[in-house]
């Protein structure tokens, strides 16, 4: 049977992949339609209980018994349209009430293929589930269209009413058989030689849009056989408001549109972006300031998905000096939070789900400890629990990040002066925010303490580090700010670790929504960032990831209206690079291709040249 494909709505125009970034419907699989349904491994059911809404079925008249095959030669006895198709569909309509679908209410198409001359099969067809009227009846739940050796159109009406028929758009129906016509159906060859990738080219765009016209003013839907069947065919023809998205990969199309609700996402209203003044840029002046961004998850895929949504540019675009780090941990290919933050925190690969030991699980001590000689001081944000992997890198020193409790507990021997995230129950537990009181420290656990807290403090909210979906504020930047602003007073100088958790999370839970609405919170962070080392000249933003989660793939966008739809291959992390960007002095050494841990010594090597240093000799370097 010829590939299908049905093409609904008034149309303006026929759109390729990327020139109309969004469906005008949601798509699920009551838009999908099994080709060759027989053929499946488990004919009808696999499609059925994938919730189909357009199943195919080729059929042969033979000695007064319908039989379901492709060719004449693949005739089987007991492979009839009456087991295989009409008693599981009369079936499932008694079981459901007079639904075919219960839950949804939603019909069900059945393409009936005539494979012999019309009459004598048409005769055959209608004798068979004319018995079942409730089923497939005027108003029954299954929708019998005809395609194949259909009758002439002045023989419409020799048919029941419920019996519908597919058209051809080159025929010039009257009035009366346009009633009988169900589809209106044409090979896409006719039109394009497009294999499915890339666009089709504009001269083959005109003609499909043409008979696209035609068929609508018509009032029909139109379906194109000989289609290509992959991800790129179905998105363009979504794309364009099909009604059937044919395919043979039954579980795959289904896989695909289920996702669809996740997959795609509109941002309403980009963010400003700042433009930075590049001060000190490219130099090698002195570096008194670190500011660590960790966008947890986030590969060049969530980046660029941020960009599509905030209509074409992020904070983090207007960074120059980029590299690339490779993120692998020390017994597998492919680290986790653990093993890659606490490759930048000391410089050491390890293990996954370690914390701040090195493979043979010797503590190693991280760049707010190392700095302290230095009479540097330290902050770490989280926009999640504090006592998660990331930010737990860089004061832990446990051989499972499971470990949360003692985790919380390692605090006290190598505290920071700013602590913001959640985890409250942790450090509670521990009796670690007693002690923290004792040593003279601030302690909140509600997010608007924020502004009343002076350094040393920690603040832990767990209800202020839910998702942005869920209505997480501006909890990233303004932590960012306010820990900038404190730490800003120390002449020593600072380092501070902002991570963008939820990345990562929205990439487990394969939801494009959640990882874009995560990424362009991060960014504002990184725009915070790249304001004050401007205001500063002396301070260092590098911006990077532990890993790459989800696999993810984008696979249509729209710049000017913030439209992203994306696929994910997994909903673990994987094990591809990440970018790493820098601003400010010496971002000009983290371009290149290095391991994660060349982070972690480039910026101590940076932080070591200029704090080592007696002052004069830093004046003069500086100038």
């Given at each position: 049977?010829?590939?299908?494909?049905?093409?609904?709505?008034?149309?303006?125009?026929?759109?390729?992949?990327?020139?109309?970034?969004?469906?005008?419907?949601?798509?699920t699989?009551?838009?999908?339609?099994?080709?060759?349904?027989?053929?499946?491994?488990?004919?009808?059911?696999?499609?059925?209980?994938?919730?189909?809404?357009?199943?195919?079925?080729?059929?042969?008249?033979?000695?007064?018994?319908?039989?379901?095959?492709?060719?004449?030669?693949?005739?089987?006895?007991?492979?009839?349209?009456?087991?295989?198709?009409?008693?599981?569909?009369?079936?499932?309509?008694?079981?459901?009430?007079?639904?075919?679908?219960?839950?949804?209410?939603?019909?069900?198409?059945?393409?009936?293929?005539?494979?012999?001359p019309?009459?004598?099969?048409?005769?055959?067809?209608?004798?068979?589930?004319?018995?079942?009227?409730?089923?497939?009846?005027?108003?029954?739940?299954?929708?019998?269209?005809?395609?194949?050796?259909?009758?002439?159109?002045?023989?419409?009406?020799n048919?029941?009413?419920?019996?519908?028929?597919?058209g051809?758009?080159e025929?010039?129906?009257?009035?009366?058989?346009?009633?009988?016509?169900?589809?209106?159906?044409?090979?896409?060859?006719?039109?394009?030689?497009?294999?499915?990738?890339?666009?089709?080219?504009?001269?083959?765009?005109?003609?499909?849009?043409?008979v696209?016209?035609?068929?609508?003013?018509?009032?029909?839907?139109?379906?194109?056989?000989?289609?290509?069947?992959?991800?790129?065919?179905?998105?363009?023809?979504?794309?364009l408001?099909?009604?059937?998205?044919?395919?043979?990969?039954?579980?795959?199309?289904?896989?695909?549109?289920?996702?669809?609700?996740?997959?795609?996402?509109?941002?309403?209203?980009?963010?400003?972006?700042?433009?930075?003044?590049?001060?000190?840029?490219?130099?090698?002046?002195?570096?008194k300031?670190?500011?660590?961004?960790?966008?947890?998850?986030?590969?060049l895929?969530?980046?660029?998905?941020?960009?599509?949504?905030?209509?074409?540019?992020?904070?983090l675009?207007?960074?120059l000096?980029?590299?690339?780090?490779?993120?692998?941990?020390?017994?597998?290919?492919?680290?986790?939070?653990?093993?890659?933050?606490?490759?930048?925190?000391?410089?050491?690969?390890?293990?996954?789900?370690?914390?701040?030991?090195?493979?043979?699980?010797?503590?190693?001590?991280?760049?707010?400890?190392?700095?302290?000689?230095?009479?540097?001081?330290?902050?770490?944000?989280?926009?999640?629990s504090?006592?998660?992997?990331?930010?737990?890198?860089?004061?832990?020193?446990?051989?499972?990040?499971?470990?949360?409790?003692e985790?919380?507990?390692?605090?006290?021997?190598?505290?920071?002066?700013?602590?913001?995230?959640?985890?409250?129950?942790?450090?509670?537990?521990?009796?670690?925010?007693?002690?923290?009181?004792q040593?003279?420290?601030?302690?909140?656990?509600?997010?608007?303490?924020?502004?009343?807290?002076?350094?040393?403090?920690?603040?832990?909210?767990?209800?202020?580090?839910?998702?942005?979906?869920?209505?997480?504020?501006?909890?990233?930047t303004?932590?960012?700010?306010?820990?900038?602003?404190?730490?800003?007073?120390?002449?020593?100088?600072?380092?501070?670790?902002?991570?963008?958790?939820?990345?990562?999370?929205?990439?487990?839970?394969?939801?494009?929504?959640?990882?874009?609405?995560?990424?362009?919170?991060?960014?504002?962070?990184?725009?915070?960032?790249?304001?004050?080392?401007?205001?500063?000249?002396?301070?260092?933003?590098?911006?990077?990831?532990?890993?790459?989660?989800?696999?993810?793939?984008?696979?249509?966008?729209?710049?000017?209206?913030?439209?992203?739809?994306g696929?994910?291959?997994?909903?673990?992390?994987?094990?591809?690079?990440?970018?790493?960007?820098?601003?400010?002095?010496?971002?000009?050494?983290?371009?290149?291709?290095y391991?994660?841990?060349?982070?972690?010594?480039?910026?101590?090597?940076?932080?070591?040249?200029?704090?080592?240093?007696?002052?004069?000799?830093?004046?003069?370097?500086?100038?």
């Amino acid at each position: 049977m010829k590939k299908l494909f049905v093409v609904t709505g008034m149309l303006t125009g026929f759109l390729s992949l990327s020139s109309l970034a969004q469906p005008k419907m949601l798509y699920t699989t009551a838009q999908a339609h099994s080709h060759n349904d027989y053929e499946q491994q488990i004919p009808f059911w696999q499609a059925y209980h994938q919730a189909f809404g357009s199943i195919e079925v080729d059929v042969h008249a033979q000695n007064g018994t319908l039989y379901v095959a492709h060719d004449a030669g693949d005739i089987d006895p007991s492979r009839t349209f009456e087991t295989l198709y009409i008693q599981p569909l009369v079936h499932q309509v008694q079981i459901g009430k007079g639904q075919i679908y219960p839950k949804t209410a939603q019909p069900l198409q059945l393409l009936v293929d005539l494979k012999t001359p019309a009459e004598p099969t048409l005769s055959l067809l209608v004798k068979s589930l004319s018995v079942y009227p409730e089923v497939f009846g005027t108003g029954g739940p299954v929708r019998v269209v005809v395609s194949g050796n259909v009758p002439k159109p002045d023989q419409f009406t020799n048919y029941p009413d419920w019996l519908l028929f597919d058209g051809r758009p080159e025929v010039d129906y009257t009035s009366e058989q346009l009633k009988h016509i169900g589809l209106i159906s044409q090979s896409f060859l006719n039109y394009t030689r497009w294999n499915g990738k890339g666009l089709i080219v504009k001269s083959e765009r005109e003609k499909i849009r043409e008979v696209i016209r035609k068929t609508h003013e018509q009032g029909k839907k139109l379906r194109f056989w000989a289609t290509p069947d992959n991800v790129n065919t179905w998105k363009a023809l979504m794309n364009l408001g099909v009604d059937y998205i044919n395919s043979d990969h039954i579980t795959d199309l289904a896989n695909f549109l289920n996702s669809r609700p996740t997959a795609e996402y509109r941002n309403e209203r980009a963010h400003p972006v700042y433009q930075p003044t590049f001060r000190n840029n490219d130099s090698r002046s002195r570096v008194k300031n670190v500011i660590l961004l960790i966008g947890d998850g986030m590969g060049l895929a969530q980046i660029y998905a941020g960009i599509t949504a905030n209509q074409g540019q992020l904070n983090l675009t207007q960074l120059l000096n980029i590299g690339f780090s490779r993120t692998s941990a020390a017994d597998t290919y492919i680290t986790d939070s653990a093993a890659g933050a606490t490759a930048m925190a000391t410089g050491e690969k390890t293990n996954n789900r370690s914390i701040g030991v090195d493979s043979l699980g010797k503590k190693r001590p991280a760049i707010p400890t190392l700095i302290k000689p230095w009479q540097m001081v330290s902050g770490l944000i989280s926009a999640g629990s504090i006592t998660d992997a990331t930010p737990a890198a860089f004061y832990g020193n446990q051989p499972d990040r499971s470990f949360e409790r003692e985790i919380a507990a390692d605090f006290l021997q190598n505290p920071v002066e700013i602590l913001i995230g959640g985890g409250y129950r942790f450090f509670q537990e521990e009796k670690v925010l007693d002690t923290l009181r004792q040593r003279g420290y601030g302690v909140g656990n509600q997010f608007d303490q924020l502004e009343t807290l002076k350094a040393p403090f920690v603040l832990l909210d767990d209800q202020a580090v839910v998702s942005v979906g869920q209505g997480r504020k501006d909890f990233l930047t303004t932590s960012l700010r306010k820990s900038l602003t404190e730490l800003g007073r120390n002449p020593n100088g600072f380092f501070v670790m902002a991570e963008g958790a939820q990345i990562d999370y929205g990439g487990h839970a394969n939801d494009v929504r959640y990882v874009v609405q995560e990424m362009l919170d991060f960014d504002k962070a990184v725009g915070e960032a790249l304001r004050f080392a401007d205001q500063n000249g002396e301070t260092l933003v590098v911006v990077t990831a532990d890993h790459e989660t989800g696999g993810l793939t984008l696979l249509d966008g729209d710049l000017k209206r913030g439209y992203v739809d994306g696929h994910f291959s997994t909903n673990d992390h994987t094990g591809v690079m990440v970018p790493v960007f820098a601003y400010g002095p010496h971002s000009l050494d983290f371009r290149g291709v290095y391991e994660n841990t060349v982070i972690h010594h480039k910026i101590m090597t940076i932080l070591r040249q200029y704090h080592r240093q007696p002052r004069a000799l830093q004046s003069a370097v500086a100038h």
